[in-house]
T-cell receptor, first 108, second 113 residues
């Protein structure tokens, strides 16, 4: 069965970088790695996705290991609004399989 | 460009009643996915539909739950004879094509009394 491992929780100080790790050892060569985040009482919000090489967008960067068995979401300067649950989702087939995610707390 | 819309945002039902949850995908999107989220848990896939077709319903309970996505109008998730265990947040997501990035709606929070 597909398995994704993320820390249950992490803390960061405001305006510091945050590195959120994810292990996805059973991913296949054609499955994209997606990251979403969910703020309280809201739907998941798309953050970033990638296949093999590192990706950057206005929200974050995604660093993908060469063997694709792990990835790291990087928030370059955490703000209080970044406090959320972050989900790492390897796309197995056509469906997204959500794990429990990492709850990120940002301290002022 | 309006995002994914869901209504109602909150729904209260008594045990045994029916619940109808609606999802209007983003403009240009013809693929809809429904998920259920229990408190303090991640989202669980329920069903994937394309216009007028159910593609994958492997996550749907076998009884009382049904979903449709008609040619015209929103996708509907229907729960008959609700029980307290159906209380959860129900999210839908949409894509323009299969296996694309999914965009989620704000969810419907169902409370069964």
């Amino acid at each position: 069965d597909a398995k994704t491992t993320q820390p249950n929780s992490m803390e960061s100080n405001e305006e510091e970088p945050v590195h959120l790790p994810c292990n996805h050892s059973t991913i296949s060569g054609t499955d994209y790695i997606h990251w979403y985040r969910q703020l309280p009482s809201q739907g998941p919000e798309y953050v970033i996705h990638g296949l093999t090489s590192n990706v950057n967008n206005r929200m974050a960067s995604l660093a993908i290991a060469e063997d694709r068995k792990s990835s790291t979401l990087i928030l370059h300067r955490a703000t209080l609004r970044d406090a959320a649950v972050y989900y790492c989702i390897p796309q197995y087939g056509q469906n997204f399989v959500f794990g429990p995610g990492t709850r990120l707390s940002v301290l002022p | 460009n309006a995002g994914v819309m869901q209504n109602p945002r909150h729904l209260v039902r008594r045990r045994g009643q029916e619940a109808r949850l609606r999802c209007s995908p983003m403009k240009g999107h013809s693929h809809v996915y429904w998920y259920r989220q229990l408190p303090e848990e991640g989202l669980k896939f329920m069903v994937y539909l394309q216009k007028e077709n159910i593609i994958d319903e492997s996550g749907m309970p076998k009884e009382r739950f049904s979903a449709e996505f008609p040619k015209e109008g929103p996708s509907i998730l229907r729960i008959q004879q609700v029980v307290r265990g159906d209380s959860a947040a129900y999210f839908c997501a949409s894509t323009a094509k299969r296996r694309e990035t999914q965009y989620f709606g704000p969810g419907t929070r169902l409370l069964v009394l």
